[in-house]
């Protein structure tokens, strides 16, 4: 039987996507990049775009659904997203209502052969998720663009054996650096994103659950760096003895290409 995987296509501020495979059934999460690129990084991974069974959106902030448009044109591929969030996007692509899904957040659904689950995500956008792809034997757990960790967040992700987690920040460099006083706030706030010290708890607890793989995602370009995130969240791992490498296979996503495909369970 073929293995579930997952490979991000991009991720950081300047734009998310990623796929999620078993072989069979094909599953974007988000279209934060243009569509060109990503029909070239699917057809280098051995996907023809137009067999992808589905696109899950996690919310409608321009890096997870700037190639939304010119994807749903081209291909008119299926679009699940929230309900808050299927209004949002309506406003935005004219002929979308025609594909999209929506749901509610905390029901399960299928698309092709996966078993998909939402869940709530604090974020300054209404209905903002964050999602898992099973295959009934393995599940992934996606999570970014999360001001704080949440009940819902953590019952989410529970038995995910592969975890994409928010490392946006660092937070003294953020403090210091030149962003503006708002901006600052919102990225600090209950409802902005995770730093990479609040990512490395998340990762900590995922982990003693069972999770085998993360990868560390949505980097901020100006306040962090693929080191700083990895150090603090392997510092934090090893301060509960587990070692990176041994015990977990721990990778930051790269910022604008493809990363490695990576197994689920
Ligand atoms: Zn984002
Ligand atoms: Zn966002």
Redesign the pocket.
């Known amino acids: 039987m073929d293995l579930l995987e997952l490979c991000t296509l991009a991720s950081?501020?300047s734009g998310?996507c990623a796929l999620a495979t078993d072989g069979r059934t094909h599953i974007l999460i988000?279209a934060?990049i243009s569509a060109r690129r990503i029909c070239r990084s699917l057809t280098d991974l051995g996907v023809e775009p137009r067999s992808v069974s589905g696109i899950l959106i996690?919310?409608e902030?321009s890096?997870?659904i700037c190639g939304l448009a010119t994807l749903t044109k081209q291909l008119r591929l299926p679009v699940y997203a929230s309900r808050s969030t299927g209004r949002q996007l309506s406003y935005r692509i004219a002929f979308l209502e025609e594909v999209l899904r929506p749901f509610q957040p905390g029901e399960a659904f299928a698309v092709g052969d996966l078993e998909i689950g939402a869940f709530p995500t604090p974020?300054d956008t209404a209905g903002s998720c964050g999602y898992t792809v099973s295959d009934g034997r393995h599940k992934l757990a996606v999570v970014?663009?999360l001001g704080h960790v949440t009940e819902e967040v953590r019952a989410g992700i529970q038995g995910a054996a592969l975890l994409v987690a928010e490392a946006n920040h660092d937070v003294e460099w953020l403090q210091s650096g030149p962003y503006p006083y708002h901006l600052k706030r919102r990225i600090l706030g209950d409802f902005g994103?995770l730093s990479n010290e609040a990512g490395a708890d998340l990762v900590a607890e995922a982990v003693e659950g069972g999770a085998r793989t993360v990868l560390l995602a949505?980097l901020s370009a100006e306040n962090n760096t693929p080191a700083r995130a990895y150090g603090v969240v392997s510092s934090a791992l090893e301060r509960r003895g587990v070692l990176p490498g041994r015990d977990v296979l721990l990778e930051v996503a790269p910022r604008s290409g493809p990363g490695p495909r990576r197994a689920v369970g």
């Open positions: 950081g501020s998310n988000d934060g996690t919310h902030h890096d997870h974020h970014t663009d994103h949505h």
